[in-house]
Structure formats: structure tokens, C-alpha cells
């Protein structure tokens, strides 16, 4: 048994080097979107426990020229779980 067998969903962050030339910006806004995530992870755990599923894999790809507000990165992330689940229904 793997250690993420019982785990429903996983998260993979990415930030262009093309768009932030510095690490340590693209390190933050992985940090922020990671965040974000591990806040809210909930609603798409609770919906993939009660659907009895195996696992979902999410891949962001941050495209924004600019790094832009938590709040904002959260209520994005807060759409995408949404939506997810609504084309998944």
C-alpha cells in the first residue's frame, strides 16, 4: 500500500520562469497557492469521500504576469474546486 492511497486528491503547483525570472518569486506563489489550497482542500475531499472515488490529481499552472493578493489566489482556487466538482456531477 502506497502512502497515498487513501489521500483523494493531490495537488501539483507551477509558476513560469518566462513570466518571474527569480526563484524566490516563483517560490512564493507556489507557497501562496499551496496555502490556499491546504485551506480549502475540504471541499473537494468531502465531495470525493461521499462519491467513493480513488483519487483526483489537480495541476495549477499560475499564467498571471503578476503575483497577485492570497485572498485573491483563494477565491480563485475556491472556483476551481468548485467547478471540478460541478463537471464531475
Known sequence: ?????????????????????SAVDRNRIKRIVREAYRNNKSIIWDYMDNMQENQILISINYTA??????????????????????KNE
Not at 495537488?11 to 520562469?17: D, E, G, H, I
Not at 504576469?65 to 460541478?86: A, D, G, M, P, Q
Open 65 to 86: 504576469k503578476t503575483i497577485v493578493s492570497y485572498s485573491e489566489i483563494e477565491r480563485k482556487l475556491i472556483l476551481i474546486l468548485h467547478s471540478l466538482i460541478e
Open 1 to 21: 500500500m502506497k502512502k497515498t492511497d487513501n489521500i483523494p486528491a493531490q495537488l501539483l503547483v507551477s509558476a513560469s520562469k518566462r513570466n518571474f525570472k
